[in-house]
């Protein structure tokens, strides 16, 4: 069973930086992708990043790209998330996700079959 648990998130001023961490109790995502998804107030949930299961192809959101990183340690069960230059359109409940039908990090929410309960992030101006 697939049980994750976000932690990091916090509020910061813009261009501040915070580290996301997904961490899996139940040890079974390490053969799965991951990726994180984020909420905002009002609006959809939205892909932020994904990560294959070796961690050697990953995939960001055009509005991401550049600032954040995802990463992950099998040996750790855990996901990663570096988010750096944070702007106040980064404010949103973020959400960890694993996806076990696919083999390449995959932008598409109804891929993910596990999510964690989520975690928010707050950049103030």
């Known amino acids: 069973q697939v049980q994750l648990v976000e932690s990091g998130g916090g509020s910061v001023q813009t261009g501040g930086s915070l580290r996301l961490s997904c961490a899996d109790s139940g040890r079974t995502s390490s053969r799965s992708v991951m990726g994180w998804f984020r909420q905002a107030p009002g609006k959809d949930r939205a892909f932020v990043a994904a990560?294959?299961?070796?961690?050697?192809?990953?995939a960001y959101a055009d509005s991401v790209k550049g600032r954040f990183t995802i990463s992950r340690d099998n040996a750790k069960n855990t996901l990663y998330l570096q988010m750096n230059s944070l702007k106040p359109e980064d404010t949103a409940v973020y959400y960890c996700a694993a996806a076990f039908r696919t083999r390449s990090p995959t932008r598409w929410i109804n891929d993910y079959d596990y999510w964690g309960q989520g975690t928010q992030v707050t950049v103030s101006s």
């Open positions: 990560i294959s299961w070796r961690g050697d192809s990953t």
